[in-house]
C-alpha cells in the first residue's frame, strides 16, 4: 500500500521557522516527482512546491517563493519542507502528495501548522 | 498565477446528474491536456477523481467522467447519490511549470 505521513507541524509565531517531513512508503520514492499542497482553514486547495525525483529541479508557488524550500532524501523515503519567515496567511494544512502522471495520488492525511503570536 | 474558476456550490437530487466547469487561460488548461479532479469529503484527504483531462484511476465509478474545450474543462456525475455529497476541484499544469488549482465546488445532494 502506498503511504505517506507527514509529520512536523504545530504552532509557531510570525517570522518563525518550521520544517515538515513526508515518510514514503509502499512505492520506489526515488522514482517519483513529489509535491506539497496546502489548505488554509475552511478554504481551497493551493499548490506549493514540488521536486524532481532526483531532487534537481524544484519549482513553488510565487506566494512562498523564497521562503519555502522544498527537499528530498531519496535514501530515507523522506520529502521535507523547509518553512521559514513564516506569515499569518502560511496557515494551513499541508499536504504531501505524490506526482503521478502529472496529477496528485495519493495524498497524505496532512499535518497542521499555525502561524499566529 | 490566478486560481481557476469553479461555481462555489452545485446541487442535486438523487439519481440526477450535474456538471462542474473549471475555467482557466491559455497559460494553463487551454495549453496542456493535464487536467485532474479531486473529491475531498470533510475533514478527509482530496482524492483523485479524474486525471489528463478525461480518464478515470481504477476503482472510481465510471459515473465520473470529465472533458475539456478550449480553457475549460468539465466534470459530470451522474447517477447521484448520497455519498457523492463533497467539496471537488480542479487543477492543471501552467506554463510556468507550476500547477493551479480551482477555488472547489461544494456539491449538495438534495
Known amino acids: 500500500e502506498v503511504l505517506l505521513v507527514e509529520s512536523g507541524g504545530g504552532l509557531v509565531q510570525p517570522g518563525g521557522s518550521l520544517r515538515l517531513s513526508c515518510a514514503a512508503s509502499?512505492?520506489?520514492?526515488?522514482?517519483?516527482?513529489m509535491h506539497w499542497v496546502r489548505q488554509a482553514p475552511g478554504k481551497g486547495l493551493v499548490w506549493v512546491s514540488r521536486?524532481?525525483?532526483?531532487?534537481?529541479?524544484?519549482a513553488y508557488a510565487d506566494s512562498v517563493k523564497g521562503r519555502l524550500t522544498i527537499s528530498r532524501d531519496n535514501a530515507k523515503n523522506t520529502l521535507y519542507l523547509q518553512m521559514n519567515s513564516l506569515r499569518v496567511e502560511d496557515t494551513a494544512v499541508y499536504y504531501c502528495?505524490?506526482?503521478?502522471?502529472?496529477?496528485?495520488?495519493?495524498w497524505g492525511q496532512g499535518t497542521p501548522v499555525t502561524v499566529s503570536s | 498565477q490566478s486560481a481557476l474558476t469553479q461555481p462555489a456550490s452545485v446541487s442535486g437530487s438523487p439519481g440526477q446528474s450535474i456538471t462542474i466547469s473549471c475555467t482557466g487561460t491559455?497559460?494553463?488548461?487551454?495549453?496542456?491536456?493535464?487536467v485532474s479532479w479531486y473529491q475531498q469529503h470533510p475533514g478527509k484527504a482530496p482524492k483523485l477523481i479524474i486525471y489528463?483531462?478525461?480518464n478515470r484511476p481504477s476503482g472510481v465509478s465510471n459515473r465520473f467522467s470529465a472533458s475539456k474545450s478550449g480553457s475549460t474543462a468539465s466534470l459530470t456525475i451522474s447517477g447521484l447519490q448520497a455519498e457523492d455529497e463533497a467539496d471537488y476541484y480542479c487543477?492543471?499544469?501552467?506554463?510556468?511549470?507550476?500547477?493551479?488549482f480551482g477555488g472547489g465546488t461544494r456539491l449538495t445532494v438534495l
Open positions: 502528495v505524490r506526482d503521478w502522471k502529472t496529477a496528485f495520488d495519493p
Open positions: 509502499g512505492f520506489t520514492f526515488s522514482d517519483y516527482w
Open positions: 521536486i524532481k525525483y532526483d531532487g534537481t529541479i524544484t
Open positions: 491559455s497559460s494553463d488548461i487551454g495549453s496542456y491536456n493535464l
Open positions: 489528463e483531462v478525461s
Open positions: 487543477t492543471s499544469y501552467t506554463n510556468s511549470i507550476t500547477f493551479v
